[in-house]
């Protein structure tokens, strides 16, 4: 919101309506340009590189057909609409896959012995991206700022849940680091 607040011209809301009630292309323009980036590295971190940017576009499709002027939190409205999209797409491709949080199957095999020529971030990211689904999804969307309540919301999950998945993934992505509850 301090964006907003600093310009108000680039409030996403205010964006939003303008965008639906007089459909001014510059107001999308806008919307694309402050939620485009965040929005894509979101898909790419629950995907592939082809598979985030189709259902990118199909995201901002769905924008563009939108007629409601009553969302009140622009960044979780569209981040709703990119997993909701997501998940259709993973299950139209037969690709959907629940992992129960309980799920022992992490790799116990330190990635810091498996990739000791690649520097962090990529163990940090081949991490991640053996993260169960719903673990992997809780935890990117608290790397995008979003608060437990509004990961709740967002996943139509309860706050509890939300906690307990972000818990599963800091504990397998510490097994899978390497690091003990020592270093912590």
Known sequence: ??????????????????????????????????????????????????LAEDVLQSTWIKVMKNQSTTHTHVKSWLFTIARHTLIDELR????????????????????????????SLTQFNQAIIQLPFYQREAFIFQQEGFTLMDISQLTNESFETVKSRLRYARNNLQKLLGKSDESR
């Open 92 to 119: 139209y491709q037969n690709k959907w896959q629940f992992q129960d949080l309980g799920d022992d199957q992490i790799m116990t095999m330190s990635l810091g012995l498996q990739y000791e020529q690649q520097d």
């Open 1 to 50: 919101m301090i964006k907003g607040w600093i310009n108000p011209a680039n409030n996403p809301e205010k964006l939003l309506i303008e965008y639906v009630t007089t459909g001014n292309q510059k107001c999308l323009t806008l919307l694309v340009k402050q939620f485009n980036l965040p929005l894509y590295h979101y898909l790419l971190s629950l995907s592939n590189p082809i």
